[in-house]
């Protein structure tokens, strides 16, 4: 795969985005719905300071609660959490929520977010929640909830909750006699574990690879190794002791460097990173040369059009996505459709689209096939079946492409002046300004964090120096203007 020889098409126009700004509409996308609460992916803060607090997860729980009794039958939620020291504050106050408008509540404890999304459907629960910060530190946390299909809520959903929060709880609160129950799923991740397992190629063992395994001190510090393990790997654990205040500090997919030190330090074939909640995942090749998430949906992408897997012919990602993925499946007759940054955009592409590979170069990887959601363990499942297949180093394997010099850089603004920042006559001059000198080469991309108060500044192109004179240029005219 890796080693073949390719002769590219010319690099048509159509792989050359616009600039994009969140708020402004693109073409095909609706306009955004007024949410107060619930951010791009739940809901998120520092943990004991509003909205991270025990009160607004009571009021949460019976809010969703509500919204999701639907009929007579016994409803249900699953709940689990990653190893933050705070989801001892929000998952007794959920489980109370549920409790009193009358749901019994099905504990997991840390697991996966896909774990908790597979959970939900499969046992027929009318809810999930999954209490997680992802990729943050520990003193940040955060609510994902999954619907009965063990998709994440639709806008419409999330809106719903936030008007039900707002209305008299009270009114929402059963009678004693119709309280519902807790109980612990003593066998949660043992699930989990088996269907990680099944999405591996039947047949195939990985017997003879030494893998280092970095689970961030996360939410899969047990279930991602024993997968491995059970496999046939040899496996090198790391960031597989949290204390409740470790998670993804100087580990995981975010802190990439002990992993790739790790594989060279153990002559490892592979290294594999999650982060805190394991929907997501960055990898390594024996060299310690890091492969992210646009390598792997071009790996994937690449391996099922060739094994006519690839439904729809295309590969769905984000706006964030290098231009030298575009390219790459471009040569192998795949297309790729962009959507707004977030994994839950992607998904919803996918699902209108009935496309199967999507998802995110910081390594949200989502394969429809077997997942509702990015499953970091399932994705790095796929490469390693890859990797047997072809015999050859993952060097030779992962490092597909070679990306266009990218540059980012965060500019943090307060979080009320972000939009009116962007509005002003010099930061809009800059933007166009750069998009003019990139005009045909390349390509300018301003977002607003969906978690915290910055603006994201990133321009992509063929001239490394070029592209970071252009973001140097924007983001001293939004730091003057802020």
Sequence with gaps: MGGEAVEFPPFPPRLVPRYFCPFRKAPGETAPMTRTLFGTDGIRGTANVDPMTAEVALKLGMAAGRHFTRGSHRHTVVIGKDTRLSGYLLEPALTAGFISVGMDVVLVGPLPTPAVAMLTRSMRAD???????????????????????????????????????????????????????????DDAAGRYIEYAKNTFSRGKRLDGLKIVLDCANGAAYRVAPTVL???????????????????????????????????????????????????????????????????????????????????????????????????????????????????????ERMRGGGFNVGGEQSGHIILSDTSTTGDGLVAGLQVLSALIDSGRPA??????????????????????????????????AAIAAGEERLAGSGRVLIRKSGTEPLIRVMAEGEDPRLVGAVVDDIVAAIEKKK
């Design 127 to 185: 809810l999930g929640v999954m209490i997680s910060a992802s990729h943050n530190p520990y003193q940040d946390n955060g609510i994902k909830l999954f619907g009965p299909d063990g998709f994440k809520l639709s806008d419409e959903d999330e809106l719903a909750i936030e008007a039900h929060m707002a209305d008299n709880l009270a009114a929402l609160r059963v009678a004693p006699d119709h309280l519902g129950k807790a109980k612990r799923l």
């Design 229 to 347: 393990w059970e496999l046939g790997a040899e496996v090198v654990k790391v960031g597989v002791d949290p204390d409740g205040f470790n998670i993804n500090r100087g580990c995981g997919s975010l802190a990439i460097d002990t992993m790739r030190e790790q594989v060279v330090a153990h002559h490892a074939h592979l290294g594999i990173a999650l982060d805190g909640d394991a929907d997501r995942v960055v990898l390594c090749d024996e060299h310690g040369t890091v492969i992210d998430g646009d390598q792997l949906m071009a790996l994937i992408g690449a391996l099922w059009h060739r094994e006519g897997r690839l439904k729809g012919n295309r590969v769905v990602a984000t706006v964030m996505s290098n231009m030298g993925l575009e390219k790459y499946l471009a040569g192998r007759g795949i297309g790729l459709e962009r959507t707004a940054v977030v994994d839950r955009y992607v998904l």
């Design 395 to 428: 060097s030779e394997v992962l490092n597909l492409f070679t990306p266009f010099p990218q540059v980012l850089k965060n500019v943090r603004v307060p979080a009320a002046a972000i939009r009116s920042v962007l509005d002003e006559a010099p930061v809009k």
